[in-house]
Protein backbone atom coordinates (compact mmCIF):
# COMPACT_ATOMS: atom_id res chain seq x y z
CA UNK A 1 0.00 0.00 0.00
CA UNK A 2 0.87 3.73 -0.44
CA UNK A 3 -0.42 4.69 3.35
CA UNK A 4 -3.46 6.52 4.05
CA UNK A 5 -4.41 9.72 3.12
CA UNK A 6 -3.68 11.03 7.20
CA UNK A 7 -0.42 11.02 5.59
CA UNK A 8 1.69 13.30 8.65
CA UNK A 9 4.92 15.51 7.95
CA UNK A 10 6.11 14.30 11.62
CA UNK A 11 7.09 10.59 9.35
CA UNK A 12 3.99 9.11 9.34
CA UNK A 13 3.52 9.75 13.36
CA UNK A 14 0.05 9.53 14.75
CA UNK A 15 0.26 11.09 17.64
CA UNK A 16 1.45 14.57 16.17
CA UNK A 17 -2.39 15.92 16.65
CA UNK A 18 -4.37 14.72 13.99
CA UNK A 19 -7.60 13.75 14.04
CA UNK A 20 -9.18 10.76 11.58
CA UNK A 21 -11.27 11.44 9.01
CA UNK A 22 -14.76 10.62 9.92
CA UNK A 23 -15.72 7.73 7.76
CA UNK A 24 -18.41 5.41 8.06
CA UNK A 25 -17.56 1.92 7.30
CA UNK A 26 -17.25 -0.18 4.01
CA UNK A 27 -17.73 -4.03 3.77
CA UNK A 28 -16.84 -5.20 0.21
CA UNK A 29 -18.86 -7.81 -1.65
CA UNK A 30 -17.08 -10.36 -4.73
CA UNK A 31 -18.77 -12.47 -7.66
CA UNK A 32 -18.31 -15.57 -9.01
CA UNK A 33 -14.78 -16.67 -8.89
CA UNK A 34 -13.87 -13.99 -6.89
CA UNK A 35 -12.86 -14.91 -3.87
CA UNK A 36 -9.44 -16.51 -2.83
CA UNK A 37 -10.55 -20.31 -2.20
CA UNK A 38 -8.28 -23.12 0.46
CA UNK A 39 -8.85 -26.79 0.28
CA UNK A 40 -8.34 -27.20 3.93
CA UNK A 41 -7.11 -30.80 5.33
CA UNK A 42 -9.73 -31.88 7.72
CA UNK A 43 -7.17 -33.96 9.77
CA UNK A 44 -4.25 -31.70 10.03
CA UNK A 45 -5.43 -28.32 9.14
CA UNK A 46 -2.75 -28.06 6.39
CA UNK A 47 -4.58 -25.55 3.51
CA UNK A 48 -3.67 -25.04 -0.14
CA UNK A 49 -4.86 -22.35 -1.97
CA UNK A 50 -7.00 -24.07 -4.96
CA UNK A 51 -8.82 -20.81 -6.43
CA UNK A 52 -7.03 -18.95 -8.13
CA UNK A 53 -3.40 -20.29 -8.68
CA UNK A 54 -1.33 -20.73 -11.87
CA UNK A 55 0.77 -23.66 -11.28
CA UNK A 56 -0.58 -26.78 -11.58
CA UNK A 57 -3.87 -25.25 -12.07
CA UNK A 58 -6.31 -28.13 -13.62
CA UNK A 59 -4.74 -30.83 -11.79
CA UNK A 60 -5.19 -29.28 -8.08
CA UNK A 61 -8.39 -27.95 -9.39
CA UNK A 62 -10.13 -31.33 -10.59
CA UNK A 63 -8.94 -32.95 -7.04
CA UNK A 64 -10.06 -30.45 -4.61
CA UNK A 65 -12.74 -28.53 -6.09
CA UNK A 66 -14.71 -30.75 -8.20
CA UNK A 67 -17.97 -30.82 -6.12
CA UNK A 68 -21.71 -32.89 -6.09
CA UNK A 69 -24.78 -31.14 -5.19
CA UNK A 70 -26.17 -32.98 -2.01
CA UNK A 71 -29.76 -31.83 -2.83
CA UNK A 72 -30.59 -33.06 1.04
CA UNK A 73 -28.73 -30.31 2.41
CA UNK A 74 -28.05 -27.69 -0.29
CA UNK A 75 -24.68 -27.75 -0.40
CA UNK A 76 -22.42 -28.61 -3.31
CA UNK A 77 -19.26 -30.95 -1.79
CA UNK A 78 -15.91 -31.81 -2.79
CA UNK A 79 -15.60 -34.56 -4.25
CA UNK A 80 -12.47 -34.90 -1.88
CA UNK A 81 -13.54 -36.08 1.34
CA UNK A 82 -10.92 -35.54 2.85
CA UNK A 83 -10.52 -31.74 2.58
CA UNK A 84 -13.03 -28.67 2.60
CA UNK A 85 -13.29 -25.75 0.48
CA UNK A 86 -12.58 -22.77 3.17
CA UNK A 87 -12.62 -18.80 2.42
CA UNK A 88 -9.14 -17.47 4.07
CA UNK A 89 -10.16 -14.53 6.65
CA UNK A 90 -7.22 -12.75 6.89
CA UNK A 91 -6.88 -9.05 6.80
CA UNK A 92 -10.35 -8.70 7.77
CA UNK A 93 -11.56 -10.32 5.07
CA UNK A 94 -9.50 -8.54 2.32
CA UNK A 95 -6.50 -10.80 1.83
CA UNK A 96 -9.59 -13.43 -0.02
CA UNK A 97 -11.20 -10.57 -2.25
CA UNK A 98 -7.65 -8.52 -2.97
CA UNK A 99 -5.60 -10.16 -5.23
CA UNK A 100 -6.55 -13.63 -6.26
CA UNK A 101 -3.11 -15.28 -6.99
CA UNK A 102 -0.84 -13.39 -4.52
CA UNK A 103 1.82 -15.59 -5.64
CA UNK A 104 5.35 -13.54 -5.92
CA UNK A 105 5.76 -14.65 -9.47
CA UNK A 106 1.88 -12.52 -10.48
CA UNK A 107 2.99 -9.99 -8.34
CA UNK A 108 6.34 -9.51 -9.93
CA UNK A 109 4.83 -9.35 -13.23
CA UNK A 110 1.46 -7.20 -12.18
CA UNK A 111 -1.15 -9.96 -14.04
CA UNK A 112 -3.69 -7.93 -13.43
CA UNK A 113 -6.22 -10.84 -14.51
CA UNK A 114 -5.76 -11.88 -11.20
CA UNK A 115 -6.20 -8.62 -9.34
CA UNK A 116 -9.69 -8.62 -8.43
CA UNK A 117 -10.85 -5.49 -5.59
CA UNK A 118 -6.87 -4.70 -5.00
CA UNK A 119 -6.94 -1.19 -6.55
CA UNK A 120 -10.25 -0.59 -4.98
CA UNK A 121 -8.65 -1.31 -1.73
CA UNK A 122 -5.67 0.58 -2.25
CA UNK A 123 -8.12 3.45 -3.07
CA UNK A 124 -10.01 3.58 -0.13
CA UNK A 125 -7.35 2.98 2.32
CA UNK A 126 -5.43 6.54 0.62
CA UNK A 127 -8.66 8.01 1.33
CA UNK A 128 -8.79 7.25 4.81
CA UNK A 129 -10.50 4.19 5.49
CA UNK A 130 -8.49 2.11 7.65
CA UNK A 131 -8.64 -1.69 7.80
CA UNK A 132 -10.04 -3.49 10.43
CA UNK A 133 -12.25 -0.06 11.31
CA UNK A 134 -13.72 0.86 8.81
CA UNK A 135 -12.88 -1.55 5.66
CA UNK A 136 -13.51 -5.04 5.36
CA UNK A 137 -13.80 -7.79 2.72
CA UNK A 138 -16.38 -10.95 2.58
CA UNK A 139 -15.08 -13.67 0.10
CA UNK A 140 -17.57 -16.72 0.26
CA UNK A 141 -17.04 -20.02 -1.60
CA UNK A 142 -18.98 -19.07 -4.83
CA UNK A 143 -20.26 -22.63 -5.69
CA UNK A 144 -23.08 -22.21 -3.28
CA UNK A 145 -26.23 -20.91 -3.31
CA UNK A 146 -26.69 -17.08 -2.74
CA UNK A 147 -28.96 -17.82 0.34
CA UNK A 148 -27.87 -20.67 1.45
CA UNK A 149 -27.44 -20.10 5.24
CA UNK A 150 -23.56 -20.50 5.75
CA UNK A 151 -23.44 -17.30 3.20
CA UNK A 152 -26.36 -15.68 5.09
CA UNK A 153 -24.67 -16.33 8.37
CA UNK A 154 -21.24 -14.87 7.31
CA UNK A 155 -22.25 -11.35 5.77
CA UNK A 156 -24.46 -11.18 8.86
CA UNK A 157 -21.33 -11.95 10.91
CA UNK A 158 -19.31 -9.38 8.75
CA UNK A 159 -21.62 -6.63 9.02
CA UNK A 160 -22.08 -6.62 12.41
CA UNK A 161 -18.19 -6.95 13.21
CA UNK A 162 -18.32 -3.47 10.52
CA UNK A 163 -20.92 -2.17 12.27
CA UNK A 164 -19.38 -2.36 16.07
CA UNK A 165 -15.54 -2.06 14.85
CA UNK A 166 -16.16 1.65 13.93
CA UNK A 167 -18.26 2.79 17.00
CA UNK A 168 -21.87 1.32 16.20
CA UNK A 169 -21.84 3.12 12.89
CA UNK A 170 -23.95 1.58 9.70
CA UNK A 171 -22.14 0.26 6.78
CA UNK A 172 -21.72 0.80 3.01
CA UNK A 173 -21.78 -2.12 1.07
CA UNK A 174 -19.98 -1.97 -2.22
CA UNK A 175 -20.99 -5.70 -4.23
CA UNK A 176 -19.60 -6.56 -7.40
CA UNK A 177 -21.33 -9.02 -10.06
CA UNK A 178 -23.09 -11.75 -8.38
CA UNK A 179 -22.62 -10.70 -4.77
CA UNK A 180 -25.28 -8.16 -5.70
CA UNK A 181 -27.53 -11.32 -5.67
CA UNK A 182 -26.25 -12.51 -2.81
CA UNK A 183 -27.00 -9.34 -0.89
CA UNK A 184 -30.36 -9.14 -2.35
CA UNK A 185 -31.02 -12.32 -0.97
CA UNK A 186 -29.64 -11.37 2.15
CA UNK A 187 -31.80 -8.57 2.44
CA UNK A 188 -34.34 -10.22 1.17
CA UNK A 189 -34.24 -13.21 4.09
CA UNK A 190 -33.31 -11.09 6.73
CA UNK A 191 -34.78 -7.36 5.83
CA UNK A 192 -34.35 -6.28 9.82
CA UNK A 193 -30.78 -7.13 10.22
CA UNK A 194 -29.76 -5.19 7.02
CA UNK A 195 -31.77 -1.80 8.32
CA UNK A 196 -29.44 -2.30 11.54
CA UNK A 197 -26.48 -2.71 9.94
CA UNK A 198 -26.59 -0.76 6.41
CA UNK A 199 -26.84 2.83 5.85
CA UNK A 200 -25.80 2.82 1.89
CA UNK A 201 -25.67 -0.22 -0.69
CA UNK A 202 -23.47 0.18 -3.75
CA UNK A 203 -23.90 -2.43 -6.36
CA UNK A 204 -21.17 -3.18 -9.52
CA UNK A 205 -22.50 -5.02 -12.69
CA UNK A 206 -24.76 -7.18 -10.90
CA UNK A 207 -26.62 -9.81 -13.23
CA UNK A 208 -29.93 -8.95 -11.08
CA UNK A 209 -31.83 -10.70 -13.99
CA UNK A 210 -29.59 -13.05 -15.27
CA UNK A 211 -26.93 -13.10 -17.56
CA UNK A 212 -28.13 -15.39 -20.62
CA UNK A 213 -25.04 -15.90 -22.96
CA UNK A 214 -22.59 -16.58 -20.50
CA UNK A 215 -24.59 -18.67 -18.39
CA UNK A 216 -26.27 -20.51 -20.61
CA UNK A 217 -23.09 -21.67 -22.40
CA UNK A 218 -21.46 -22.44 -18.90
CA UNK A 219 -23.59 -24.57 -18.26
CA UNK A 220 -23.18 -26.35 -21.89
CA UNK A 221 -19.15 -25.95 -22.79
CA UNK A 222 -17.74 -24.56 -19.41
CA UNK A 223 -16.11 -21.15 -18.79
CA UNK A 224 -13.04 -19.68 -19.30
CA UNK A 225 -11.62 -17.01 -17.01
CA UNK A 226 -8.60 -15.49 -18.50
CA UNK A 227 -8.15 -15.61 -22.32
CA UNK A 228 -5.02 -15.72 -24.60
CA UNK A 229 -1.48 -17.47 -23.60
CA UNK A 230 -2.53 -16.94 -19.85
CA UNK A 231 -5.00 -20.13 -20.30
CA UNK A 232 -2.69 -22.37 -20.71
CA UNK A 233 -1.69 -21.89 -17.11
CA UNK A 234 -5.12 -21.74 -15.95
CA UNK A 235 -7.91 -23.96 -15.25
CA UNK A 236 -9.12 -25.22 -18.75
CA UNK A 237 -12.74 -25.02 -19.80
CA UNK A 238 -13.97 -28.12 -19.49
CA UNK A 239 -12.90 -28.46 -15.84
CA UNK A 240 -14.18 -25.64 -14.91
CA UNK A 241 -17.59 -26.77 -16.82
CA UNK A 242 -17.44 -29.98 -14.64
CA UNK A 243 -17.98 -28.19 -11.49
CA UNK A 244 -20.60 -25.52 -12.78
CA UNK A 245 -23.16 -28.12 -13.61
CA UNK A 246 -23.12 -28.74 -10.06
CA UNK A 247 -23.10 -24.78 -9.00
CA UNK A 248 -26.39 -23.87 -7.51
CA UNK A 249 -25.08 -19.97 -8.11
CA UNK A 250 -24.06 -20.72 -11.92
CA UNK A 251 -28.33 -21.58 -12.27
CA UNK A 252 -29.12 -18.69 -9.87
CA UNK A 253 -28.08 -16.61 -13.04
CA UNK A 254 -30.19 -18.37 -15.69
CA UNK A 255 -32.49 -16.04 -17.48
CA UNK A 256 -34.92 -14.59 -15.69
CA UNK A 257 -37.79 -16.21 -17.55
CA UNK A 258 -40.37 -13.82 -15.77
CA UNK A 259 -38.38 -10.57 -16.75
CA UNK A 260 -39.98 -8.32 -19.26
CA UNK A 261 -37.30 -8.87 -21.92
CA UNK A 262 -36.76 -6.24 -24.58
CA UNK A 263 -35.94 -9.61 -26.67
CA UNK A 264 -36.27 -12.98 -25.56
CA UNK A 265 -32.75 -14.60 -24.90
CA UNK A 266 -32.18 -17.78 -26.78
CA UNK A 267 -30.40 -20.69 -27.56
CA UNK A 268 -29.94 -21.58 -31.07
CA UNK A 269 -28.97 -24.93 -32.22
CA UNK A 270 -28.38 -25.60 -36.07
CA UNK A 271 -29.78 -29.74 -36.29
CA UNK A 272 -28.76 -32.06 -38.70
CA UNK A 273 -32.21 -33.23 -40.58
CA UNK A 274 -32.74 -36.59 -42.66
CA UNK A 275 -34.91 -37.28 -45.01
CA UNK A 276 -34.89 -40.09 -47.75
CA UNK A 277 -31.56 -40.31 -47.31
CA UNK A 278 -31.23 -36.48 -47.50
CA UNK A 279 -29.45 -34.79 -45.23
CA UNK A 280 -30.47 -30.87 -44.36
CA UNK A 281 -30.10 -28.42 -41.93
CA UNK A 282 -32.91 -26.71 -39.39
CA UNK A 283 -32.44 -23.88 -36.66
CA UNK A 284 -34.10 -24.85 -33.57
CA UNK A 285 -34.63 -22.22 -30.60
CA UNK A 286 -35.41 -21.89 -27.53
CA UNK A 287 -36.44 -19.39 -24.92
CA UNK A 288 -35.67 -19.78 -21.29
CA UNK A 289 -38.38 -22.37 -20.55
CA UNK A 290 -37.37 -24.27 -23.43
CA UNK A 291 -33.65 -23.96 -22.74
CA UNK A 292 -34.40 -26.94 -19.91
CA UNK A 293 -35.10 -29.16 -21.91
CA UNK A 294 -32.17 -28.48 -24.16
CA UNK A 295 -30.09 -29.08 -21.53
CA UNK A 296 -31.34 -32.07 -20.00
CA UNK A 297 -30.53 -33.77 -23.48
CA UNK A 298 -27.28 -31.91 -23.78
CA UNK A 299 -25.99 -32.98 -20.75
CA UNK A 300 -27.85 -36.25 -20.55
CA UNK A 301 -24.30 -38.23 -21.18
CA UNK A 302 -21.84 -35.63 -19.38
CA UNK A 303 -19.40 -37.28 -16.97
CA UNK A 304 -16.29 -37.03 -15.06
CA UNK A 305 -13.24 -39.25 -13.86
CA UNK A 306 -12.44 -38.90 -10.48
CA UNK A 307 -9.96 -41.45 -9.33
CA UNK A 308 -10.93 -43.53 -11.47
CA UNK A 309 -14.71 -43.74 -11.01
CA UNK A 310 -16.73 -42.62 -13.49
CA UNK A 311 -19.13 -39.96 -11.89
CA UNK A 312 -22.25 -38.90 -14.14
CA UNK A 313 -23.21 -34.91 -13.78
CA UNK A 314 -26.30 -34.80 -15.58
CA UNK A 315 -28.33 -31.06 -16.08
CA UNK A 316 -28.98 -31.14 -11.94
CA UNK A 317 -32.91 -30.77 -11.44
CA UNK A 318 -33.00 -30.51 -7.90
CA UNK A 319 -30.71 -27.61 -8.30
CA UNK A 320 -33.14 -25.84 -10.85
CA UNK A 321 -35.72 -26.16 -8.13
CA UNK A 322 -33.56 -24.85 -5.45
CA UNK A 323 -32.43 -21.77 -7.57
CA UNK A 324 -36.62 -21.37 -8.83
CA UNK A 325 -36.83 -20.36 -5.15
CA UNK A 326 -34.04 -18.78 -5.03
CA UNK A 327 -35.22 -16.50 -8.01
CA UNK A 328 -38.80 -16.37 -6.13
CA UNK A 329 -36.57 -13.97 -2.99
CA UNK A 330 -34.51 -12.05 -5.34
CA UNK A 331 -37.83 -11.15 -7.02
CA UNK A 332 -39.67 -10.67 -3.68
CA UNK A 333 -36.85 -8.38 -2.00
CA UNK A 334 -37.76 -4.67 -1.18
CA UNK A 335 -35.54 -1.96 0.15
CA UNK A 336 -35.47 -1.30 3.24
CA UNK A 337 -36.49 2.43 4.45
CA UNK A 338 -33.38 4.59 5.18
CA UNK A 339 -30.87 2.57 2.65
CA UNK A 340 -29.51 4.63 0.08
CA UNK A 341 -29.19 2.75 -3.42
CA UNK A 342 -26.72 3.24 -6.55
CA UNK A 343 -26.22 1.42 -9.24
CA UNK A 344 -23.30 1.02 -11.49
CA UNK A 345 -23.24 -0.81 -14.55
CA UNK A 346 -20.95 -1.35 -17.41
CA UNK A 347 -21.69 -0.51 -20.83
CA UNK A 348 -20.05 -0.18 -24.55
CA UNK A 349 -19.37 -3.85 -24.94
CA UNK A 350 -20.23 -6.84 -26.86
CA UNK A 351 -22.19 -8.64 -24.37
CA UNK A 352 -23.39 -11.89 -25.35
CA UNK A 353 -27.12 -12.51 -25.11
CA UNK A 354 -28.28 -15.65 -27.78
CA UNK A 355 -25.65 -18.66 -28.49
CA UNK A 356 -25.41 -20.63 -31.21
CA UNK A 357 -24.35 -23.64 -31.67
CA UNK A 358 -23.32 -25.62 -35.21
CA UNK A 359 -23.97 -24.11 -38.44
CA UNK A 360 -26.02 -24.45 -41.53
CA UNK A 361 -23.27 -26.20 -43.03
CA UNK A 362 -21.85 -28.49 -40.28
CA UNK A 363 -24.98 -29.06 -38.32
CA UNK A 364 -25.35 -30.90 -34.95
CA UNK A 365 -27.17 -34.27 -35.54
CA UNK A 366 -27.10 -35.37 -31.74
CA UNK A 367 -27.40 -32.42 -28.66
CA UNK A 368 -25.02 -34.03 -27.14
CA UNK A 369 -22.43 -32.81 -29.18
CA UNK A 370 -22.88 -29.23 -27.92
CA UNK A 371 -20.78 -29.95 -25.02
CA UNK A 372 -18.17 -30.56 -27.47
CA UNK A 373 -18.77 -27.46 -29.71
CA UNK A 374 -17.38 -24.20 -29.74
CA UNK A 375 -20.29 -21.55 -29.16
CA UNK A 376 -20.94 -18.34 -31.30
CA UNK A 377 -22.88 -15.36 -29.81
CA UNK A 378 -25.28 -12.86 -30.84
CA UNK A 379 -24.31 -9.56 -28.66
CA UNK A 380 -26.07 -7.02 -26.63
CA UNK A 381 -24.56 -3.67 -24.83
CA UNK A 382 -22.98 -4.19 -21.58
CA UNK A 383 -19.56 -5.19 -19.74
CA UNK A 384 -18.92 -8.24 -21.76
CA UNK A 385 -20.68 -10.37 -19.38
CA UNK A 386 -23.70 -8.87 -17.62
CA UNK A 387 -26.09 -6.98 -20.51
CA UNK A 388 -26.88 -3.36 -19.13
CA UNK A 389 -30.10 -4.28 -19.68
CA UNK A 390 -30.24 -7.19 -16.76
CA UNK A 391 -27.60 -5.00 -14.36
CA UNK A 392 -30.19 -2.23 -14.27
CA UNK A 393 -32.86 -3.77 -13.20
CA UNK A 394 -32.68 -4.02 -9.69
CA UNK A 395 -36.27 -2.94 -9.12
CA UNK A 396 -34.94 -0.60 -6.62
CA UNK A 397 -35.35 3.54 -6.34
CA UNK A 398 -32.11 4.46 -6.97
CA UNK A 399 -30.13 7.46 -6.05
CA UNK A 400 -28.36 7.07 -9.20
CA UNK A 401 -27.44 4.68 -11.79
CA UNK A 402 -24.91 4.74 -13.98
CA UNK A 403 -23.11 3.36 -17.22
CA UNK A 404 -19.91 3.49 -17.28
CA UNK A 405 -17.83 1.83 -20.11
CA UNK A 406 -15.91 -0.95 -18.83
CA UNK A 407 -15.42 -4.01 -19.09
CA UNK A 408 -17.06 -6.62 -16.16
CA UNK A 409 -13.69 -7.13 -13.93
CA UNK A 410 -12.40 -3.98 -15.01
CA UNK A 411 -15.07 -1.77 -13.59
CA UNK A 412 -13.54 -2.54 -10.45
CA UNK A 413 -10.56 -0.79 -10.83
CA UNK A 414 -12.45 1.87 -13.24
CA UNK A 415 -11.66 5.65 -12.41
CA UNK A 416 -15.11 6.83 -13.52
CA UNK A 417 -16.31 4.20 -11.33
CA UNK A 418 -13.99 5.73 -8.10
CA UNK A 419 -14.81 8.92 -8.63
CA UNK A 420 -18.45 7.84 -8.39
CA UNK A 421 -17.52 5.75 -5.10
CA UNK A 422 -16.13 9.00 -3.67
CA UNK A 423 -18.80 10.92 -4.28
CA UNK A 424 -21.45 8.30 -2.83
CA UNK A 425 -19.20 8.15 0.33
CA UNK A 426 -18.72 11.78 0.96
CA UNK A 427 -15.12 11.03 0.96
CA UNK A 428 -13.77 14.36 -1.00
CA UNK A 429 -16.22 16.59 1.15
CA UNK A 430 -15.12 14.69 4.42
CA UNK A 431 -11.05 14.90 2.86
CA UNK A 432 -11.36 18.69 2.36
CA UNK A 433 -13.47 18.93 5.87
CA UNK A 434 -10.47 17.01 7.29
CA UNK A 435 -7.69 18.88 5.68
CA UNK A 436 -8.73 22.23 7.07
CA UNK A 437 -8.73 21.37 10.77
CA UNK A 438 -5.32 18.55 10.66
CA UNK A 439 -1.51 19.38 10.74
CA UNK A 440 -1.36 17.45 7.17
CA UNK A 441 -2.72 20.82 5.83
CA UNK A 442 0.74 22.10 4.57
CA UNK A 443 1.42 18.33 3.20
CA UNK A 444 2.42 17.97 -0.43
CA UNK A 445 -1.28 17.58 -2.55
CA UNK A 446 -0.53 14.33 -3.33
CA UNK A 447 -0.53 12.64 0.44
CA UNK A 448 -4.25 13.57 0.24
CA UNK A 449 -5.83 12.95 -3.09
CA UNK A 450 -7.63 9.94 -3.27
CA UNK A 451 -6.78 8.70 -6.56
Known amino acids: MFGDCSFCPCFGNRNCGQTEPDLDPVLLVSGMGGSVLHAKRKKSGLETRVWVRILLADLEFKRKVWSLYNPKTGYTESLDKDTEIVVPEDDYGLYAIDILDPSFILKLIHFTEVYHFHDM ?24 SNRI ?27 HSMGGLLVMCFMSLHKDVFSKFVNKWITIASPFQGAPGCIN ?32 SIYEMLANPDFKWRKQPQIKVWRKQSNDGESSAKLETYGPVESISLFKEALR ?24 GTRQIINNAQLPDGVSYYNIYG ?6 FDVSYGSETSPIEDLSEICHTMPKYSFVDGDGTVPAESAKADGFPAVERVGVPAEHRELLRDKTVF ?8 VDQKMSKH ?11 NHHACV
Open 121 to 144: IEMLVKCGYKKGTTLFGYGYDFRQ
Open 149 to 175: DKLMEGLKVKLETAYKASGNRKVTLIT
Open 217 to 248: DSLLTGLQFVEGIASFFFVSRWTMHQLLVECP
Open 301 to 324: NNELDYNGNSIALPFNFAILDWAA
Open 347 to 352: TSYDTP
Open 419 to 426: ELIKKWLG
Open 435 to 445: SKSSRVADAPP
